[in-house]
């Protein structure tokens, strides 16, 4: 079994920076592509990022385009998402998933493309 467990979530006021990561179990973290989503308070799941094996491929959400920034580290089975510029919009619970599809340059969008999820972890941005 796979198993995703992100940290790092908080309280940060609007402006401010916060670092979520994710931890994943099991020997092939370096083979999956690695998203980030959120779900705000009454709103759809939406995607934020994602990064390819090996990063080749980086994809972000337009609204966080320029704020966020997300990296992997293989050798840790981790992969973080640094959050700048902070936003009362930006309040969400941050969920990391995996693509387990064998592929080099797989860095999909759509929350249907991965199998494994973590539990997310809560971002709050007061005003």
């Known amino acids: 079994q796979v198993q995703l467990v992100e940290s790092g979530g908080g309280l940060v006021q609007a402006g401010g920076s916060l670092r979520v990561s994710c931890v994943v179990s099991g020997p092939n973290f370096s083979r999956y592509a690695m998203g980030w989503f959120r779900q705000a308070p009454g709103k759809e799941r939406e995607f934020v990022a994602v990064?390819?094996?090996?990063?080749?491929?980086?994809y972000y959400a337009d609204s966080v385009q320029g704020r966020f920034t997300i990296s992997r580290d293989d050798a840790k089975n981790t992969v973080h998402l640094q959050m700048n510029n902070l936003n009362p919009e930006d309040t969400a619970v941050y969920y990391c998933a995996a693509d387990a599809r064998d592929g080099y340059y797989y860095a999909s969008r759509s929350d249907f493309q991965y199998a494994y999820w973590g539990q997310g972890t809560q971002v709050t941005v007061s005003s």
């Open positions: 990064i390819s094996v090996r990063g080749r491929s980086i």
